[in-house]
């Protein structure tokens, strides 16, 4: 086997191991509920995001 | 979160597996579906660089609520930035392999196996990350 094979090996088990542990982190934040102050934050969002399109919507139609 | 899956796989996975599943198709046409053709055909890796520039940019969609310093998010970006690179150069390999035209022993089929890890792997975080994106937007 040469360098190269090696080379190519070893970084794609470097990047899978790196890989594992942000999907532990997934898994992690994903089981202990740990995304529900994004999620308040996108629904705070999305309620402003409404509100600003109602308001345009009657200053158009009016 | 369901809406996001369903799109997920029917728009995002069905069209990163079609060039793959369309030469699997012709090699199985061509009654040429052995190890060694497989090895020769490099779809496998577009089927990994799309995954994650997908998921990537779908991260990017939400990043103006997340902290300026998220560990999760921090990692989940960088591990999906280095898979797609690292695809990439797997793939230039492969093609120097294919310019050079002295293919080692055992090269491609290395490539292939190292190929498939990869895949496997990025699929795994690119369905994790539309899970806990799903989880964020709920079903709206």
Same mark, same amino acid.
């Given at each position: 086997?040469? *360098?190269?094979?090696?080379?190519?090996?070893?970084? +794609?088990?470097?990047?899978?191991? =790196?890989?594992?542990?942000?999907?532990?982190?997934?898994? =992690?934040?994903?089981?202990?509920?740990?995304?529900?102050? =994004?999620?308040?934050? *996108?629904? $705070? /969002?999305?309620?402003?995001?409404?509100?600003?399109?109602?308001?345009?919507?009657?200053?158009?139609?009016? | 979160? +369901?809406?996001?899956?369903?799109?997920?796989? +029917? =728009?995002?996975?069905? /069209?990163?597996?079609?060039?793959?599943?369309?030469?699997? #198709? @012709?090699?199985? @046409?061509?009654?040429?579906?052995?190890?060694?053709?497989?090895?020769?055909?490099?779809?496998?890796?577009? /089927?990994?660089?799309?995954?994650?520039?997908?998921?990537?940019?779908?991260?990017?969609?939400?990043?103006?609520?997340?902290?300026?310093?998220?560990? +999760?998010?921090?990692?989940?970006?960088?591990?999906?930035?280095?898979?797609?690179?690292?695809?990439?150069?797997? *793939?230039?390999? /492969?093609? *120097?392999?294919?310019?050079?035209? $002295?293919?080692?022993?055992?090269?491609?089929? $290395?490539?292939?196996?190292?190929?498939?890890?990869?895949?496997?792997?990025? #699929?795994?975080?690119?369905?994790?990350? $539309?899970?806990?994106?799903?989880?964020?937007?709920?079903?709206?």
């Amino acid at each position: 086997m040469n *360098y190269f094979s090696l080379f190519l090996i070893w970084g +794609t088990l470097g990047v899978t191991l =790196y890989s594992v542990i942000a999907i532990s982190l997934a898994v =992690y934040k994903i089981s202990k509920s740990r995304y529900k102050i =994004y999620q308040e934050k *996108y629904d $705070q /969002f999305m309620i402003q995001k409404h509100r600003v399109e109602e308001k345009l919507n009657q200053r158009s139609s009016s | 979160m +369901t809406k996001r899956l369903i799109r997920w796989m +029917t =728009y995002n996975l069905m /069209f990163a597996l079609l060039p793959l599943a369309a030469s699997l #198709f @012709l090699h199985k @046409l061509a009654n040429k579906l052995t190890l060694e053709a497989m090895a020769n055909s490099p779809e496998i890796l577009f /089927f990994s660089i799309m995954v994650s520039a997908i998921s990537l940019g779908d991260i990017s969609e939400i990043n103006f609520i997340i902290k300026k310093w998220d560990i +999760t998010f921090g990692v989940l970006k960088s591990a999906l930035l280095l898979g797609a690179v690292w695809s990439a150069i797997l *793939y230039g390999s /492969f093609l *120097y392999d294919s310019i050079i035209g $002295q293919s080692l022993s055992n090269f491609r089929i $290395q490539l292939l196996n190292v190929s498939m890890l990869l895949a496997v792997i990025l #699929f795994i975080l690119s369905t994790i990350v $539309q899970v806990l994106i799903g989880k964020i937007e709920g079903d709206k």
